[in-house]
């Protein structure tokens, strides 16, 4: 990280006359705390995800090994809390040109936390971190441990949103490729940095744990490259400029070191996973310990990057490029919503991993000679065909341009996409095709699974009411609230959005329409049929809301984007609202033919069970129950007529 920075500019100590400076302090602190920041939170991460993956489990608590490795995860979650208070103090003293000293006190840091969207994602990650801190300090479960590791992971991402990526052009692109990117490298460098700490411990498990890392490692393996790829794509506006510029030159330096890491990976699964089977750690021990210096390195590198600037394409920035993201499309059209796609590469790797492992399930099942229904397997693959339409298509590229574009991307995400999902069953699919783990001291991803359907989080929200009211409630708040704007205007907040339409949809309709297991007993078909027809009328008030409300939604940013073709924002919105209100209940009258379709289909295995329990009666002498039932009433009305009547 020295050599780069004194090389490349990035720290430059020179004074020039008339410009602020910041001093030799703030520049070389500055790129040592954002390095801290990176090493601590892959310390964490690590040691987490050593406890609740890489380590075996004692009953219901957390093995001793487990233990000592939640509790070591403390220290570096403070000190990853203290690197980000540190980094957000001489961010302030960079951004205003003067010393520590001179700037930052109680007023700036409010000021600069309350204003600065940099300000914030710092104060984000600290507080996080610090969350971190007190959970690992009381974890005594693996569900506690989890807890953190999901703390530890969201606690990395805020910095993405605010760096060179969120200022380049195509920022949903350059932000979906970064997270794309940080998160597996960070699981990356910690799980091996756990692993080294467990080898030197000495203990027994150590092969197991490397296999399961093992599988990890590759699936981050290739995130990390193809992320890699998109991110240089975006930022370098030409391939000449990987040898001509110093950016560029620590990109090429980047790559040179995750193909080391890469072969050092290979290594390990080919040679050191059989030698550690057989009782040899020492191999593993050494080429684990120089793939950390590697990627020490490899972070070195990043922070250097981070203070580098990037090279900026010929073209002027427009209004619109600067709100967006990309150009003003041109008039909306079906050829162009089919032909103008915007791949958003985090929802498209979501999806293509969703179905991928979907048809792995099948497979399996295919190979062991068990069926598996053809209409499930087209189900889920249409629902995740559907999602990347909504992302990646024409319609992610002018949803945020025309409100009716967007309508139809919540119907898609919300309404259509969760139903195909359901219908597809892949908790059931999960459950028979994933093997259960031979060894209950190491649960495997089918327990996992078990344990996550049947936990109190899942019981709750799969109460009717519960699922109802999350499906349709957070509908009008988000639209009625500063949050659809938000959606529009931030790639966090855009992402989080169709997570949320995504998750709530596919709650309700598992309640109402799902075939996989579930932590309480289902309701009745009537029952069902019922929340389906609320929901519906629900949803067809909050079309007509839309269309007649006096003032426009998110109307600072439909009012600000500079389209000179289209309805007016006020006519898009009332498009947009009757969109809700008309083509919306379309995917909930399938839904209740669903429902009705189940109810027909369970009297008949009832009556056809019924039927099979009189077989067996009648071959066994044994009365019928529903004749031996009518038996018991006629003898209670005998009985009734022969007792004398009177006082």
Same mark, same amino acid.
């Given at each position: 990280?020295?050599?780069?920075?004194?090389?490349?500019?990035?720290?430059?100590?020179?004074?020039?006359?008339?410009?602020?400076?910041?001093?030799?302090?703030?520049?070389?602190?500055?790129?040592?705390?954002?390095?801290?920041?990176?090493?601590?939170?892959?310390?964490?991460?690590?040691?987490?995800?050593?406890?609740?993956?890489?380590?075996?489990?004692?009953?219901?608590?957390?093995?001793?090994?487990?233990?000592?490795?939640?509790?070591?995860?403390?220290?570096?979650?403070?000190?990853? *809390?203290?690197?980000? *208070?540190?980094?957000?103090?001489?961010?302030?003293?960079?951004?205003?040109?003067?010393?520590?000293?001179?700037?930052?006190?109680?007023?700036?840091?409010?000021?600069?936390?309350?204003?600065?969207?940099?300000?914030?994602?710092?104060?984000? !990650?600290?507080?996080?971190?610090?969350?971190?801190?007190?959970?690992?300090?009381?974890?005594?479960?693996?569900?506690?441990?989890?807890?953190?590791?999901?703390?530890?992971?969201?606690?990395?991402?805020?910095?993405?949103?605010?760096?060179? #990526?969120?200022?380049?052009?195509? &920022?949903?692109? #350059?932000?979906?490729?970064?997270?794309? &990117?940080?998160?597996?490298?960070?699981?990356?460098?910690?799980?091996?940095?756990?692993?080294?700490?467990?080898?030197?411990?000495?203990?027994?498990?150590?092969?197991?744990?490397?296999?399961?890392? !093992?599988?990890?490692?590759?699936?981050?393996?290739?995130?990390?490259?193809?992320?890699?790829?998109?991110?240089?794509?975006?930022?370098?506006?030409?391939?000449?400029?990987?040898?001509?510029?110093?950016?560029?030159?620590?990109?090429?330096?980047?790559?040179?070191?995750?193909?080391?890491?890469?072969?050092?990976?290979?290594?390990?699964?080919?040679?050191?996973?059989?030698?550690?089977?057989?009782?040899?750690?020492?191999?593993?021990?050494?080429?684990?310990?120089?793939?950390?210096?590697?990627?020490?390195? *490899?972070?070195?590198?990043?922070?250097?990057?981070?203070?580098?600037?990037?090279?900026?394409?010929?073209?002027?920035?427009?209004?619109?490029?600067?709100?967006?993201?990309?150009?003003?499309?041109?008039?909306?059209?079906?050829?162009?919503?089919?032909?103008?796609?915007?791949?958003?590469?985090?929802?498209?790797?979501?999806?293509?991993?969703?179905?991928?492992?979907?048809?792995?399930?099948?497979?399996?099942?295919?190979?062991?000679?068990?069926?598996?229904?053809?209409?499930?397997?087209?189900?889920?693959?249409?629902?995740?065909?559907?999602?990347?339409?909504?992302?990646?298509?024409?319609?992610?590229?002018?949803?945020?341009?025309?409100?009716?574009?967007?309508?139809?991307?919540?119907?898609?995400?919300?309404?259509?996409?969760?139903?195909?999902?359901?219908?597809?069953?892949?908790?059931?699919?999960?459950?028979?095709?994933?093997?259960?783990?031979?060894?209950?001291?190491?649960?495997?991803?089918?327990?996992?699974?078990?344990?996550?359907?049947? !936990?109190?989080?899942?019981?709750?929200?799969?109460?009717?009411?519960?699922?109802?009211?999350?499906?349709?409630? !957070?509908?009008?708040?988000?639209?009625?609230?500063?949050?659809?704007?938000?959606?529009?205007?931030?790639?966090?907040? &855009?992402?989080?959005?169709?997570?949320?339409?995504?998750?709530?949809?596919?709650?309700?309709?598992?309640?109402?329409?799902?075939?996989?297991?579930?932590?309480?007993?289902?309701?009745?078909?009537?029952?069902?049929?019922?929340?389906?027809?609320?929901?519906?009328?629900?949803?067809?008030?909050?079309?007509?809301?839309?269309?007649?409300?006096?003032?426009?939604?998110?109307?600072?940013?439909?009012?600000?984007?500079?389209?000179?073709?289209?309805?007016?924002?006020?006519?898009?919105?009332?498009?947009?609202?009757?969109?809700?209100?008309?083509?919306?209940?379309?995917?909930?009258?399938?839904?209740?033919?669903?429902?009705?379709?189940?109810?027909?289909?369970?009297?008949?295995?009832?009556?056809?069970?019924?039927?099979?329990?009189?077989?067996?009666?009648?071959?066994?002498?044994?009365?019928?129950?529903?004749?031996?039932?009518? *038996?018991?009433?006629?003898?209670?009305?005998?009985?009734?007529?022969?007792?004398?009547?009177?006082?």
């Amino acid at each position: 990280m020295v050599v780069l920075l004194g090389s490349g500019g990035g720290v430059d100590d020179r004074i020039l006359p008339g410009l602020p400076y910041p001093g030799p302090f703030t520049e070389w602190m500055l790129p040592a705390a954002r390095l801290g920041t990176q090493a601590f939170a892959a310390a964490t991460v690590g040691l987490l995800l050593g406890a609740t993956v890489l380590a075996p489990r004692r009953e219901r608590l957390l093995s001793p090994l487990a233990y000592r490795q939640v509790r070591a995860a403390r220290w570096p979650a403070l000190g990853w *809390a203290v690197s980000s *208070a540190a980094l957000l103090c001489l961010t302030i003293s960079d951004l205003l040109g003067r010393p520590v000293g001179d700037t930052v006190s109680g007023t700036s840091i409010l000021t600069f936390i309350g204003s600065v969207d940099l300000g914030r994602a710092l104060a984000v !990650s600290a507080m996080l971190a610090v969350a971190v801190f007190l959970a690992c300090s009381l974890a005594l479960r693996p569900g506690g441990a989890l807890s953190a590791l999901v703390l530890a992971l969201v606690a990395v991402t805020p910095a993405v949103f605010t760096g060179h #990526a969120a200022s380049a052009d195509n &920022h949903q692109l #350059a932000v979906s490729s970064q997270l794309l &990117h940080v998160v597996p490298v960070t699981l990356w460098v910690g799980g091996l940095f756990a692993l080294v700490i467990v080898a030197r411990a000495g203990t027994s498990d150590l092969a197991r744990a490397v296999g399961r890392f !093992s599988a990890l490692a590759g699936w981050c393996l290739v995130a990390v490259g193809v992320s890699g790829v998109l991110s240089a794509a975006v930022r370098l506006p030409s391939w000449g400029d990987l040898l001509t510029t110093w950016y560029g030159q620590f990109v090429l330096i980047k790559v040179a070191l995750f193909a080391f890491a890469g072969w050092a990976g290979w290594q390990h699964r080919r040679a050191t996973l059989p030698r550690l089977r057989a009782g040899d750690r020492r191999a593993f021990v050494r080429i684990a310990a120089v793939e950390l210096l590697v990627f020490a390195a *490899a972070l070195g590198v990043a922070v250097a990057l981070s203070r580098t600037p990037a090279p900026v394409a010929a073209e002027s920035e427009d209004l619109a490029t600067s709100l967006l993201g990309f150009a003003m499309p041109p008039a909306l059209s079906i050829g162009n919503l089919a032909s103008r796609w915007l791949v958003d590469p985090l929802l498209l790797a979501a999806v293509v991993a969703l179905a991928g492992a979907y048809l792995a399930g099948v497979r399996r099942l295919s190979r062991r000679g068990d069926a598996w229904p053809a209409g499930r397997t087209a189900a889920f693959v249409a629902g995740c065909a559907v999602i990347a339409v909504a992302t990646c298509s024409g319609a992610a590229r002018y949803a945020p341009v025309l409100f009716s574009v967007h309508m139809v991307e919540h119907l898609l995400l919300a309404m259509v996409a969760p139903v195909l999902l359901v219908l597809g069953a892949p908790v059931t699919l999960a459950l028979r095709a994933v093997p259960a783990t031979t060894d209950p001291t190491w649960p495997g991803p089918r327990e996992w699974l078990l344990a996550a359907v049947h !936990s109190r989080p899942a019981r709750l929200l799969t109460q009717p009411l519960v699922a109802l009211g999350v499906y349709v409630v !957070s509908m009008y708040a988000f639209y009625f609230t500063d949050l659809f704007a938000l959606a529009l205007r931030s790639h966090a907040a &855009h992402l989080l959005m169709v997570a949320h339409f995504l998750l709530a949809g596919y709650l309700f309709f598992w309640v109402v329409v799902g075939i996989d297991p579930a932590p309480r007993a289902r309701p009745s078909p009537l029952v069902r049929m019922v929340l389906v027809l609320i929901s519906m009328v629900l949803h067809g008030f909050l079309g007509l809301a839309i269309m007649q409300a006096s003032d426009l939604l998110a109307g600072d940013w439909f009012t600000a984007l500079p389209r000179d073709w289209g309805p007016t924002p006020a006519d898009d919105q009332y498009v947009a609202g009757g969109i809700a209100w008309s083509f919306g209940e379309l995917p909930t009258v399938l839904v209740v033919g669903a429902v009705f379709r189940q109810w027909i289909r369970a009297d008949t295995r009832e009556q056809r069970r019924l039927d099979r329990a009189a077989d067996r009666a009648e071959a066994g002498g044994v009365p019928d129950a529903h004749d031996a039932y009518n *038996a018991w009433l006629a003898k209670v009305a005998d009985e009734e007529r022969s007792r004398p009547s009177g006082p």
